[in-house]
């Protein structure tokens, strides 16, 4: 029997569920700790016809990034958004990075503003599902058919718009062990600047519900708290203070817990984890990228995308809490 439903997801830590969008340094400028969007539309219409529309031009055709000292009056008076950095400490960060570093991937938009789209969330949760289903003996031997089915019963709409309030700018790094089992770690490639839902944002929409799927959702956070508990285990053993009081708050949440959109990395997105792991490594051995990985003595996968908050490793992107309440 199906029931009709209104879900929420609350955001436990930074969420980016982004549309592949990025705002490029020429269209934004950093200024009051905040990453202000200029409205070019506005400018080319305020500068048509002046003689500083040539100039204008000219420095979008050459820079990488506008000057602030010929541009800075623009991002004060035609910014169509102003979001805020995640902490003051960001700015020196910003300006010290590289022109290619600092194009700001953006959170999934639709005509009435910000939107948590279902396939997010949907996709999470089969992927948990499907974790918690299959035995370590059906991996190994490919026999998990019908895994299509899973939530076949479970029916959501795009979540409701969250306030623009709700967003920040964050700073993410990937870190990895310097030695295995040390505590020392390298941080790997370049940094990245991600526009994120902040913790306590809530999305909600409508949806229904087989009476039948709510144990199935029980053990698709149990599947996901397996992916939690390894990164609190990746915290505690590189001694990141910060980022293990953030995760075992996580991990005191009741509900449903997911993994979702960017940042999540392999174990997020995989159900070869712990015992699986072994009974899916001849599979993975043949991919070049987790071949190589597989043949060193480190973990797999050794590394874990980390958001700074305060200047310090402080959360990892992505956890959220599912909930609903029946409406019949």
């Not at 305020?46 to 050459?62: I, K």
């Not at 902040?198 to 009476?211: I, K, N, Q, W, Y």
């Amino acid at each position: 029997m199906s029931i009709p439903i209104r879900w929420r997801v609350t955001v436990l830590t930074p969420t980016l569920v982004g549309d592949g969008k990025r705002l490029a340094p020429i269209d934004y400028m950093v200024w009051k700790d905040q990453v202000n969007v200029l409205d070019q539309s506005l400018i080319f219409r305020r500068l048509a016809g002046t003689p500083r529309m040539d100039g204008y031009l000219a420095e979008l055709s050459r820079a990488k990034r506008l000057d602030f000292k010929s541009w800075g009056g623009y991002a004060q008076s035609y910014a169509v958004r102003r979001i805020p950095l995640e902490s003051a400490g960001l700015v020196a960060l910003w300006e010290s990075a590289k022109d290619e570093e600092i194009f700001i991937p953006t959170f999934h938009a639709g005509p009435q503003g910000k939107i948590l789209p279902a396939t997010a969330i949907k996709g999470a949760l089969k992927t948990a599902l499907l974790g918690a289903q299959v035995t370590v003996d059906q991996l190994a031997s490919s026999r998990h058919q019908g895994s299509g089915k899973l939530l076949h019963g479970l029916r959501l709409g795009d979540g409701s718009p969250a306030g623009e309030e709700q967003y920040k700018v964050y700073y993410s790094r990937v870190a990895a062990p310097v030695k295995p089992g040390g505590a020392e770690v390298r941080w790997k490639s370049a940094p990245t600047f991600v526009e994120c839902a902040a913790p306590g944002t809530v999305f909600s929409g409508r949806g229904s519900l087989d009476e039948d799927l709510a144990n199935d959702l029980a053990a698709a956070s149990g599947h996901s708290r397996q992916t939690l508990d390894r990164q609190r285990q990746f915290a505690a053993t590189h001694r990141m203070s910060k980022l293990a009081q953030t995760l075992d708050a996580v991990a005191a949440s009741d509900g449903c817990l997911l993994s979702i959109g960017w940042g999540g990395g392999f174990v997020s997105k995989s159900i070869a984890t712990g015992p699986r792991l072994v009974a899916a490594r001849a599979v993975l051995e043949t991919v070049p990228g987790y071949r190589q990985a597989l043949a060193t003595a480190f973990a797999f996968p050794k590394s874990q995308r980390i958001l700074h908050l305060g200047g310090e490793p402080g959360t990892v992107p992505g956890w959220v809490r599912l909930d609903y309440d029946r409406l019949g």
